[in-house]
């Protein structure tokens, strides 16, 4: 059962998702403040006290330290719970603090607002354990105190502001040095290797079965058995490498642009039935790794005639893996779900996506890191607005996000994870999975080599943790580094430089020939 054409428009859809959203964040300028601070808010109901941790906006007042402002009241929007309109919330406060929820309209609009109102405070609720960052949208100058409130720290909030009664104190939290997460960040980094090395060894492993498949010709039974788990690769080129940067780009300022609530949700449909396909492949290897008993039987189906017995299994565990994480994608462990299903889509996609020679994985990851500079870095300047970039990728005021991301909790806990978008590994992955198949386009089958694979991938794993130094000392002033940036120079550096050293860089550059591909007769080393 080869991969199906709806397989294929999910993957190229998602393909250039992630490469439109996959960078680093970083902090937009502000005129108020250039942090966020983090504040204690010590809700009284009843005479029973809660404290929660809420994000200070960088826009309107401050809290300075060692001050406490409160206690005040708590009031809810006349009608509705988003407070996006005067109408909502009224022409006067009957309380201090105005509780909102998050969405419809902008978190600046919000404040405007619940200022106008007469209200001392805003807090904004966001169900989701999102800890956004509260930005500027105008250089008006706002008084009013307004914080988010995440997770179930904001529903206690809400639940309070429904009590007569209720009132709020706040102070500046302290502040702890930051503190660079080794676990968090040693764990993504092993996610991207493991996902980059499985996708190579399974392109070889696919590789050799189509050289093996040509010289056998007799054995039909055999090629019928093993097609199940191999589909044939897609090859970019230098057009296509150039018009999938502009596509993602394209891609980008549309969902900056309308940002409504149903496109996410089309977005996260198109991964689950992308992600399904890798995870049923991944199901499938495993079931036949050992050549199970019911590896040769096969089921009747309606409509689909003869189907093998290992495929329905394969295809029923990997459909309950992405109904769960569709169910659950909102609870806090759901991360796990999301990484199994991202590994597996990766590895697939660098097992069928291929790079022709280092000519167009050159330019591929050229072209996509002068977009992550662009996107990240120039653009806010260049046309006077927030990034567009940062905007998509935390979802805007709605906070909606696109789960094209590795996730590891970090040691802080409250729902605050260390990030790796997809695009930082599927790209660099793409050349390092290149760089395997030139290893061993002149090898014996019973022999692998790892050279040029084995310096990629740890050139890669030395970009990565220069990423990681740029995000802790936050080089260039942002709260978050676009990777490629380092990690484009340091593969392709390193391929480059150890091809002229050994002299391959001619070959490699135009691409090996076909006739190379595994010959059994042949063993010649690259060294």
Known sequence: MRAVPWTRFAMAIVLTTLLSSSSALAAPECSERDEMKILDVDLDVNGEHTVVPAGLALFGGDVVVNSTLGPWSLALPVSGEYGCSSSSIGTSMTGDVLVVERGECQFYEKAKLAQAAG????????????????????????????????GETGLAILDGANQSGASLTITLAEVLPKQFDFVASFALLLMAV??????????????????SSKRDDDDIDEREETEHDHSQGIEINSYSAFYFVVLASVVLLILFYSMQHWIFVVMRGVFALASFEGLRVVFYSALTYRKARFHRSKVVLPFMGAV???????????????????????????????????????????????????????????????????????????????????????????GERLPMLFLFPRASG?????????????????????????????????????????WSLFAYAVGMVLTFFALYFEVGGQGGQPALTYLVPTVCGTTCFLAWKHHNLGEMWTGFSEEYSAIPSESESIL
């Open 119 to 150: 209200a001392k405070g805003l807090i904004i609720v966001s169900r989701g354990e999102d800890f956004t960052t509260m930005t500027c949208a105008e250089d008006e100058k706002l008084d009013i105190v307004t914080m988010l409130v995440a």
């Open 194 to 211: 493991v996902t980059i090395s499985l996708g190579g060894v399974w392109s070889l492993k696919d590789k050799r079965h189509d050289i």
């Open 308 to 398: 093998q017995t290992v495929s329905i299994l394969a295809s029923i565990g990997a459909a309950l893996v992405v109904a769960t994480w569709v169910i659950f994608e909102k609870a806090t462990w759901s991360w796990i779900l999301q990484d199994i299903l991202g590994l597996s889509f990766l590895v697939n996609v660098l097992r069928l996506v291929h790079l022709p020679n280092l000519q167009v994985g050159t330019l591929l990851l050229c072209c996509a890191m002068l977009y992550d500079i662009f996107w990240v870095y120039v653009q806010p300047h260049l046309f006077g607005q927030k990034s567009v970039m940062v905007t998509v990728a935390r979802g805007g005021e709605r």
């Open 414 to 454: 409250d729902g605050d994870f260390s990030m790796l978008g997809y695009g930082d590994v599927i790209l660099p992955g793409l050349l390092v999975v290149y760089n395997l198949l030139f290893d061993n386009r002149k090898s014996d089958i019973s022999e692998t080599k790892y050279y040029y694979f084995f």
